[in-house]
């Protein structure tokens, strides 16, 4: 399991509330038809494609990422994301 840092997000009250993500390791490891990985550069890119977002879009929108990258494939292991602000 990895521990990321984003970039956060600004609440009503303008304050800067950082996200936190600890992504399992069957998010990296989740492959494609081809055998490719999703692997952490994939998974960095999509985090600065939805930086500024709410924890609950960042989780949401990295699994869509997931299923778009493996075209429904089934995961070999378990997908998983904790994430708080």
Do not use: C
Not at 9 to 26: I, T, Y
Not at 28 to 36: L, T, V
Not at 46 to 66: C, R, Y
């Amino acid at each position: 399991m990895g521990y990321y840092k984003t970039q956060g997000s600004k609440s009503a009250s303008h304050k800067e509330e950082p996200e936190q993500l600890f992504p399992g390791d069957g998010v990296n490891e989740y492959q494609n038809a081809k055998g490719e990985f999703y692997g952490h550069k994939r998974f960095f890119d999509s985090l600065k494609e939805l930086k500024g977002q709410p924890v609950e879009i960042l989780i949401e929108a990295v699994f869509k990422f997931l299923i778009v990258f493996g075209n429904n494939a089934e995961p070999k292991d378990d997908v998983s994301l904790l994430g708080w602000n």
